[in-house]
């Protein structure tokens, strides 16, 4: 495992430009910066979630969530109902696994989608990585909150 020391203000101020570009006003920067502690993930997390909700207006200070996992469920709760089936079929299978599983698992349930073409919306939210016929979740806490949601019988 490796462990990292959380980022410093210059840190995540160019963190916070590149993510957001034109919209990373001095005092989003600083709010981002307080609420993820200098967190890398958070504040990936967080410049999604303004940059989904239509900038730092639709997202004021007092609306953030104040977690991770919070704000990650905040996240896939702004998914359509197909997104976070295929995200929740994605969990049940693991933190990675084969495509095909996804597929298979959303015929089974009887769900007539595109699984892949869900799979690219979902890496274009950077809530999945893509590659080789495999995803992957970019972070453990994606997976988990997803995979929270689903009751027993559902996991099953």
Known sequence: MLNLEPLDSGAVETLVRELLGDDATPELVALLYERSGGNPFFVEELA???RESGGEAA???GRLPATLQGL???RLDALSVTERNVLEDCAVVGTSGLIEGVEALTAARGDTVD???TL???ADRGLVELGGGEFI???EVVREVAYATL???ERA
């Open 48 to 50: 999604a979630l303004i």
């Open 59 to 61: 997202v004021g200070a």
């Open 72 to 74: 990650v469920s905040a």
């Open 115 to 117: 699984s892949r073409a």
């Open 120 to 122: 690219d919306h979902l």
């Open 137 to 139: 979740f970019p972070s």
């Open 151 to 153: 009751t027993k019988a």
